[in-house]
């Protein structure tokens, strides 16, 4: 039988890496090797509904893509000094740009001049009205104070990305 999409031992797909017309793009290296993104994106099937489902409203509040990085690699087996993503239900996301750059090398801090605030708030909040979503960091201080409420904390090494995490099993 032809195996369409590659699962994991734990029965875990890889996101989709170029759906047309996504909401998303992928990006990230896996053991530092350029062009292995995908090892690292294995997600849970509940993370994989979670992607979809913001992607999908995500494009209906703007035309941009957001990135996605690491998730987990197959197995669950640690990598690149993570001591999370191992579960499936853990996600990186890039903040949103201004200038629509997307892939490789779209990464910025929320202290570029190219980083859009506004729409990285709108993003953030439409994972925080999922109830699936437990924990958000990200290190913009401003952006913690608008969404409110606490739900997006400081966590070191967050100032280029967003920790997305879901309910486990």
Known sequence: MLELQPKDTRGYYILPQAPEDAGYYVYGNFNRRPDSGHMAQHAHPRMLSLIFYIEH???????????????SAAGGISYDNHKTHRKGIEMDIRPVRKDRLIGQAAGLTYFDALYDRDATIKL???????????????????LQKQVGGGRVRSLIGHNNHLHIEIRGH
């Open 57 to 71: 409203a995500w494009q209906a509040v703007d035309d941009r893509k957001f990135g996605i990085g690491n998730i």
């Open 124 to 142: 953030v909040r439409l994972f925080l009205q999922h109830p699936m979503v437990t924990k958000v960091f990200f290190n913009d201080e401003k």
